[in-house]
Structure formats: C-alpha cells, structure tokens
Nanobody
C-alpha cells in the first residue's frame, strides 16, 4: 500500500490558477488525479506513468491542466490554469502499483489520498 499525502487546493475566481501536490510514500507504476462533486461519480482528470512520464488527460481539462512528477521526491503535481466554476470539486491523488492498472483511461488506482477541495467562483 502506498500512502498519499495531498496539499494545495483552495478557492479562486474564474480564470485563476491553483496547484495541487501529492507526496507518495512507496513505489508506483502510475499516479493520477481524480475529482468528485457530491452526487456524481468520481472522474479521472489526469494521469502520468512513473517510469516513462507519459501523460493522459480528460478532454475537459486538456490545454488547461498540467500533470507532472518530481522523480527525486516522488511528488505529484497538478497545475490548474484557466479555472472554471465547473472545475469545482474535491480532488483526489491516486496511485497504482501494477502495470495493468495503468493501461486504462482513466487509470484504475490501488490507493487514494484524503482529498482536497477546489472551489472556483464566477
């Protein structure tokens, strides 16, 4: 099991930016960010393969969000620019240990962070 500790999030106005961070304590094959609003299914936002650095994004965030990972510290980031009110959600960091869990879009995580709230006001 990989422990994931998130930070970042908060409130911002439309068009603003936020950065989320997630430190992973343990080895992973891939990591990603998901988001969820009350009453809706959790959705994948972006993911990154730990080894190759290959990334994948949901259509709704392409061109606005950037996922990256610092291999030296094992920290995952999500840079969110041009934020919209519909981006408001609880954002979760996620990680998968097995290659097959990284081959779907979105990835199929083993472990989850505690979640951090992002609120975008109009």
């Amino acid at each position: 099991q990989v422990r994931l500790v998130e930070s970042g999030g908060g409130s911002v106005q439309t068009g603003g930016s936020l950065r989320l961070s997630c430190v992973a304590f343990g080895a992973t094959e891939c990591m990603g960010w998901f988001r969820q609003v009350p009453g809706k299914k959790r959705e994948g936002v972006a993911s990154i393969r730990t080894g190759s650095g290959m990334t994948d994004y949901a259509d709704s965030v392409k061109g606005r969000f950037t996922i990256s990972r610092d291999s030296a510290t094992g920290t995952l980031y999500l840079q969110m620019d041009s934020l919209k009110p519909e981006d408001s959600a609880t954002y979760y960091c996620a990680a998968a240990h097995y290659t097959w869990r990284c081959e779907s879009s979105p990835i199929s995580p083993n472990d989850w962070g505690q979640g951090t709230q992002v609120t975008v006001s109009s």
